[in-house]
């Protein structure tokens, strides 16, 4: 059945390593999103992608943070270096574009990264 | 800057009972709205979308929307322990492509 898969599903780290989290769309969805959600700030948009290019990135700290989709069912998200307030659920979604009212998202089961 | 606004909660209902959750926006731009569901420890799940002025019904759920106020609001009727979850009000424009999230309401149905 089609869903957005992730990996990991959880990952801790140490601070100052290297964080790489991988997710794969539903085949035919051509909008990649990712997502942090934590208690205090609920759900953020990082960025997303349109036909695999960046459309938007501006909800991500540029210093660490990068994403890139190498192919059109892969997408991915870089932290290094790694922080402890990096710590989080990392959710990717993906659509359908062109543009229309009702073009919903569907969430990926998230990755709960954990920085000590 | 977009903001979606929604009652933190928690919200605390008797089972049985009717379920109104609310969402105020601050862009008049905005053309679609969501409500998604989230349990504790999973992904959020679409329930409902609108995008005309009015109501609209799906089995126990209605989503209502007046653009005039900025208010989008979802009434689960016959709510039952199983409803519990956070509910996430969405918000998007047709020029973007991605949605501005609320920070959700916390939604609990009482045996």
């Known amino acids: 059945d089609a869903r957005v898969t992730q990996t990991p599903r959880h990952k801790v780290t140490e601070m100052g390593q290297e964080v790489t989290m991988r997710c794969q769309p539903i085949l035919g969805h051509n909008t990649v999103f990712w997502y942090r959600q934590t208690m205090m700030q609920g759900l953020e948009l990082l960025a997303y992608?349109?036909?695999?290019?960046?459309?938007?990135d501006s909800g991500m700290p540029k210093d660490r943070f990068s994403a890139e989709m190498p192919d059109a069912t892969l997408a991915t998200l870089k932290i290094q270096p790694s922080e402890p307030r990096d710590s989080a659920v990392y959710f990717c979604a993906s659509g359908l574009s062109p543009q229309g009212p009702y073009n919903e998202q569907f969430f990926g089961p998230g990755t709960r990264l954990t920085v000590l | 800057q977009k903001e979606v606004e929604q009652n933190s909660g928690p919200l605390s209902v008797p089972e049985g009972a009717i379920a109104s959750l609310n969402c105020t926006y601050s862009d008049r731009g905005s053309q679609s709205f969501f409500w998604y569901r989230q349990y504790s420890g999973k992904s959020p799940e679409l329930i409902m979308f609108?995008?005309?002025?009015g109501d609209k019904e799906d089995g126990r759920f209605t989503a209502q929307l007046n653009k005039a106020s900025q208010y989008v609001s979802l009434l689960i009727r016959d709510s039952q322990p199983s409803d519990s979850a956070t509910y996430l009000c969405?918000?998007?424009?047709?020029?973007?492509?991605?949605?501005?999230f609320g920070p959700g309401t916390r939604l609990s149905v009482l045996p």
């Open positions: 609108i995008y005309s002025n």
């Open positions: 992608f349109r036909n695999r290019a960046p459309l938007d």
């Open positions: 969405a918000v998007k424009d047709n020029y973007g492509q991605n949605f501005v």
